[in-house]
């Protein structure tokens, strides 16, 4: 119970008070007379106390020696204090109501300190410190739906930091020199230290929840599918994440299907028969399941589903078995649990999920086992003994006597059975009757990709087993994973996925490896199946880390241990299948169908203990990958009733030299003995760690892979290209953010080649263009960013990528003048510039485009200069240059060269040499519009004198000019105005160029040298403020719409 801190004297404290405990900065004290008995002190329990003693001495005691002097001490303690009672008491609340008074005016807090648009929904938060070198920040972390924020005010100075969840690289819990536990988050160029929460388990939860179901949903759009509850980000609560941390834990547990929702846990106790007494456990209520799982890790464990559930009854509350309940199964046998608090309400919802099932998919099949069971007697007698004892169908209990025998290996008769039994593909194959069926008819003749891949790996399934030497197993291996792929799109068809399917089709049927292949795909090896193999790549990653803390000494010799999990991803892929001989490999596949990944985990570890002495003394990785092929070569297994089948990496089976030979049996027993203590919520928790690391790892190689193939072709530095790239993926990420709809998967689609994964609209790229183009116009800045884009999208699907970008930048800052030029040429004609561009429909009111106006300027030195000389050379240079051009542009009407003249105008505004160059342009501009008339006069004409002639034949446009390179109309059609005069007036972009080049100002203007850099910097800080700007005025338009 912290109470606020109070300054009191020690000296007069003393005689009423008796020191307990002490330390150099904290002193905790009794008032005479009072708490000797261990009762209640200051309205707290002695306990509570102590706890919150213990947590000063940890938190706090190690920090303080970095501060300078008492006051600052003072203040600090003062400030951790004060907050941790805020957040206790905002604890309190929140248990209590759904939104309590302390969240609103955090909530208003959190708006206030770091603007953000009003779809950023604040999740969560806490007090904490927020550590700066050795020092630390007190202050409060906000945790919203798509970034981490921090603000302290501490000594007189603020703190603000923002980390979108997408940037953050790594997320973990470690320790520094002060403090024992902090959160450490790691971004690209930074990391940054949190502690001193007071529940930093609770923090760190909902931390991890976050950061998966963003960067999933941001970053892994391909495949990943939300839960219903987080679907709308805006919605989301810190409720809503723990509950999907609980169903996540729930489905990896009992391996059940990803659509399946937690409804309960309820502590209870089992009657276990074979053990004579009740066990205590939870009890886990879903959609369609009842399940049980045992306090004691491994001791007991159950599966129901409701199909197979025939009644659930109360049974008569008696002191012996308090607030029992009966759940009777079809094979007529009785699961009976005691000690369920709110039983009444538990069981009235689950005999309406019955009945809901039963109603869904009624039952009609047959339970029974087949007891022809000729081979391996002695295997099959104790399963038989097993079955007796601990039940034969889905439901059986499942113990450590199971595992055991499990791991011995299932009888070739029994295997398919226990298969479909303990993955619960049974329960799949008997709801769906027909359902494989019609999938065959439907997937049945046609012709993709996908099915082209399958037949072409079709051949290479165990060609060395009979069953696939002939027609009738490749047909049905086809038929299956066809089937499987119309089934599911998404995933299709994987490399792998034939192997795995060929071993399922030989212990089962046809109907039944599908609903396997089903199990394993979509719930048991979650996204290994697809375009990235994300999921296999994650569990690669969890395997190194379980490398470095069980076998610290072969991760300390092999430096980089990424080039042994490459090693082992087929181990993960083909469950070791392709690696390993087959009549061992399938006693491999049956511990995976029993207890997971946690099974292939643990057993990775048992092979590289076996070989670590070799692997220690190895000189590279080739060496490595000998020793373990050869190691996996010559596991064998003895009681294997078949003749033995050998592996698809049999390399060293010539060996002179007899390899040592190891059995199958000995290696999985010494997996489980060594490596079998890795629970499934420590596997679930480094999947979110490390799922972070693969996804961030997949964003760096598209980042390199799109700068190189940009870095050749532009000018721009490596080092900016980044930044851009930064500023560019910012930009379609604060889209995805707060815009409504959110069209993501049209903007990021990882499978597409990397330089077209990331596009942004014409929106995002006007808000780019704003911040980084050297190209400022003021207002007109939006109405040029609006044409660059078009002119940038080339196949008008109103989205463009990054290299597009980046190639108009290269231009605008480090392009000679005459491609400046043409580029802003080609910004005012079609299809830059349209008939309904905004701002373009009445021509620029300025005296300094009158035609009528002489064409005489006076010179410093009092001489003048007739332009009328000049302009009939000036057209004679440029008719013998057009030979040259290899492509020509269309000619550029009045209209068009008056918008031209009008960005010129607004480049210019704000430049330190703004009078000469408009003076300039004036010139040029008149210059212009007399070279436009005198093609409009000469081509009116018809005929006129040489001089004339010579004016026309330089200035009137030929076929080939008025031919458009895109559309293939000529100027006039194209732009359909309506004055026949106006569209006979043309200038090209060789008269412009060429007059532009008279004036030095104009000259020095476009080949003055530009400084990227201080952009780039200022757009990294703007780049939030532009955006949350936009959206606030947008919203304040709506409201004033919505008040009308």
């Known amino acids: 119970m912290w109470l606020k801190p109070e300054e009191v004297l020690l000296k007069n404290a003393l005689k009423l008070w008796v020191t307990q405990k002490s330390s150099c900065y904290f002193i905790l004290q009794r008032r005479r007379g009072h708490g000797e008995g261990g009762g209640r002190l200051t309205g707290a329990t002695l306990e509570e106390i102590n706890q919150h003693w213990d947590w000063l001495e940890q938190n706090l005691l190690h920090t303080l020696s970095v501060f300078d002097n008492k006051d600052d001490i003072a203040s600090f303690v003062k400030g951790k204090v004060k907050a941790l009672i805020a957040e206790e008491t905002s604890s309190r609340l929140a248990e209590q109501e759904e939104e309590p008074e302390k969240f609103r005016e955090a909530l208003v807090k959190f708006e206030a300190r770091f603007n953000f648009p009003e779809a950023e929904k604040l999740v969560t938060y806490y007090s904490c410190c927020c550590w700066k070198g050795r020092v630390p920040r007190q202050g409060w972390l906000y945790l919203s739906i798509n970034h981490l924020c921090f603000y302290s005010f501490f000594l007189g100075k603020e703190l603000k930091l923002v980390v979108p969840w997408v940037d953050i ?23 940054r230290d949190f502690s001193m929460f007071l529940n930093l388990d609770e923090v760190f939860k909902v931390m991890e929840q976050l950061a998966d179901v963003t960067l999933r949903r941001l970053l892994d759009n391909e495949v990943f599918d939300l839960d219903p509850d987080l679907q709308e980000p805006s919605q989301i609560t810190k409720r809503d994440l723990e509950a999907r941390a609980q169903n996540e834990f729930f489905r990896a547990f009992f391996r059940l299907p990803r659509k399946e929702k937690l409804h309960a846990v309820v502590d209870c106790s089992l009657w276990t028969p074979f053990s004579r007494c009740h066990t205590a456990g939870r009890m886990f209520t879903s959609d369609s399941y009842i399940c049980f799982a045992s306090r004691e890790d491994g001791c007991c464990k159950i599966v129901l589903p409701l199909r197979e559930v025939v009644s659930i009854e109360k049974m008569e509350d008696t002191s012996l078995l308090p607030h029992p309940i009966i759940v009777s199964i079809r094979s007529k046998v009785a699961f009976q649990f005691i000690e369920l608090r ?23 099949y047959d339970t029974s086992v087949d007891d022809d069971m000729s081979r391996e007697q002695i295997k099959i007698s104790l399963w038989n003994d097993h079955f007796v004892e601990y039940g034969r169908t889905v439901c059986m209990f499942r113990t450590e006597k199971i595992r055991k025998l499990v791991a011995m290996g299932i009888p070739e008769s029994l295997r398919g059975r226990l298969w479909l039994l303990f993955s619960d593909a049974v329960t799949d194959l008997a709801s769906h009757p027909g359902y494989y069926g019609n999938l065959v008819e439907e997937s049945l003749g046609k012709c993709c990709l996908v099915t082209e891949e399958i037949e072409r790996d079709l051949h290479r399934s165990l060609p060395e087993h009979p069953a696939f030497q002939n027609e009738t197993g490749i047909a049905a291996l086809r038929r299956v994973l066809t089937a499987y792929a119309h089934r599911n799109p998404k995933i299709g068809y994987c490399q792998s996925m034939n192997i795995l399917t060929s071993v399922l089709l030989l212990y089962a049927k046809e109907e039944e490896a599908f609903w396997l292949l089903v199990a394993v795909c979509e719930r048991m090896l979650p996204d290994y199946f697809n375009h990235r193999v994300i999921g ?32 082992s991803l087929s181990w993960f892929l083909t469950l070791f299948l392709s690696i390993m001989p087959l009549e061992s490999a399938v006693n491999v596949v049956d511990c995976f169908f029993y207890d997971g990944i946690k099974a292939i985990f643990q057993l990775g570890l048992a092979v590289l203990e076996a070989n670590a002495e070799d692997l220690c003394s190895s000189k590279d990785d080739g060496q490595a990958l000998m020793i373990l092929s050869r190691f996996l070569d010559h596991i064998k297994n003895e009681d294997s009733p078949g003749p ?29 003995e060594k490596f079998g203590d890795q629970s499934v919520e420590q596997i679930e928790h480094l999947r979110y760690k490390h799922r972070i690391r693969v996804l961030q790892g997949h964003e760096d190689t598209t980042k390199q892979n799109v700068l190189r193939v940009v870095i050749p072709e532009v000018s721009i530095l490596p080092e900016d290209l980044e930044e851009l790239y930064d500023l560019f993926k910012r930009e379609h990420m604060m889209s995805c953010y707060w815009e409504q709809p959110r069209p993501t998967a049209s903007r990021h689609d990882p499978s597409r080649p990397y330089a077209e994964q990331y596009r942004i609209d014409a929106r995002q790229f006007a ?32 989205l463009i990528e990054f290299k597009a970008f980046v190639s108009c930048l290269d231009i605008m800052y480090n392009g000679e003048m005459n491609e400046k030029i043409k580029l802003l040429y080609r910004l005012h004609i079609p299809p830059a510039l349209t008939e309904n561009d905004r701002d373009s429909q009445s021509p620029l009111k300025n005296p300094l485009l009158s035609t009528s106006r002489p064409l005489v300027f006076g010179k410093p030195n009092g001489d003048a200069v007739d332009y009328q000389k000049q302009l009939k050379q000036m057209i004679k240079d440029l008719a013998k240059e057009k030979d040259k051009t290899e492509k020509e542009l269309p000619k550029m009407s009045q209209r068009e060269f008056i918008q031209f003249c009008k960005t010129l105008y607004s480049m210019f505004h704000e430049d330190p040499e703004e009078n000469d160059l408009y003076q300039a342009i004036a010139t040029v501009t008149t210059l212009l519009l007399q070279i436009g008339e005198v093609g409009q006069r000469s081509s009116s004409s018809g005929s006129c004198s040489q001089e004339c002639g010579e004016e026309l034949q330089a200035s009137a446009p030929s076929p080939e000019d008025s031919v458009f390179a895109d559309t293939g109309k000529t100027p006039q059609d194209s732009q359909a105005f309506p004055e026949e005069a106006q569209a006979d007036w043309t200038v090209s972009l060789e008269h412009i160029l060429a007059s532009l080049l008279t004036e030095q100002s104009l000259v020095n203007f476009f080949e003055k040298p530009l400084d990227m850099k201080s952009k780039l910097e200022n757009a990294k800080i703007n780049q939030y403020n532009l955006k949350t700007s936009e959206m606030s005025h947008q919203s304040q338009s709506e409201l004033k719409l919505s008040n009308l």
């Open 644 to 672: 033995p089948v050998g592996s698809h990496h049999a390399f060293f089976s010539d060996d002179q030299e007899p390899y040592p030979v190891t059995d199958i049996s000995d290696l999985i027993r010494d997996s489980y």
């Open 767 to 798: 808000h780019l263009f704003q911040l980084v183009s050297p190209w400022t116009c003021g207002a007109h800045t939006e109405i040029l960013a609006e044409r660059t884009f078009r002119l940038l999208d080339d196949n008008m699907d109103q």
């Open 169 to 191: 690289q790594k997320l973990e819990r470690t320790s520094n020199v002060f403090l024992t536990d902090t959160i450490r988050i790691t971004t690209q160029n930074k990391e």
């Open 536 to 567: 296999a790549q994650v569990d690669q990653s969890v395997f190194e880390e379980l490398i470095k803390g069980h076998l610290p000494e072969l991760a300390e010799h092999m430096n980089d241990l990424s080039a042994l999990a490459s090693v």
């Open 342 to 364: 709110d039983r009444d309400s538990l069981v009235e919802a689950l005999l309406v999920r019955l009945k809901q099932v039963h109603a869904n998919h009624p039952v009609h």
